[in-house]
């Protein structure tokens, strides 16, 4: 059985930083693409940051420069080390996993998905 849980999320000051963390279990982590997606109220789930199984990275556009995707396949966990954050960020953050050995960063590419960690940045 496949499970996949985040942590890390808070509330922090503009400017500030978060690292967001990701265990998943039940699956064989280093042969599956991971990513972080995030939910704002009202808003479309949208991809933040995705990695695939050979380490390729792919960011939105609105964190590149920002955010940081990494993974430790020793500790089967998925990290979101998130910098110089914006109120803008604010959302819940989810990460996904898909058997694949490529990426495509949008939700309907994955299929196991965690429940969410609260990311609020104040202004």
């Known amino acids: 059985q496949v499970q996949v849980v985040e942590s890390g999320g808070s509330l922090v000051q503009a400017g500030g930083s978060l690292r967001l963390s990701c265990t998943a279990s039940g699956l064989p982590f280093h042969d599956y693409t991971m990513g972080w997606f995030r939910q704002a109220p009202g808003k479309e789930r949208e991809g933040v940051a995705g990695?695939?199984?050979?380490?390729?990275?792919n960011y939105a556009d609105s964190v590149k420069g920002r955010f940081t995707i990494s993974q430790d396949n020793a500790k089967n966990t998925l990290y979101l080390q998130m910098n110089n954050l914006k109120p803008e960020d604010t959302a819940v953050y989810y990460c996904a996993a898909e058997s694949s050995t490529y990426l495509l960063l949008t939700p309907e590419f994955f299929s196991y998905w965690g429940q969410g960690t609260q990311v609020t940045v104040a202004s």
């Open positions: 990695i695939d199984s050979k380490g390729t990275t």
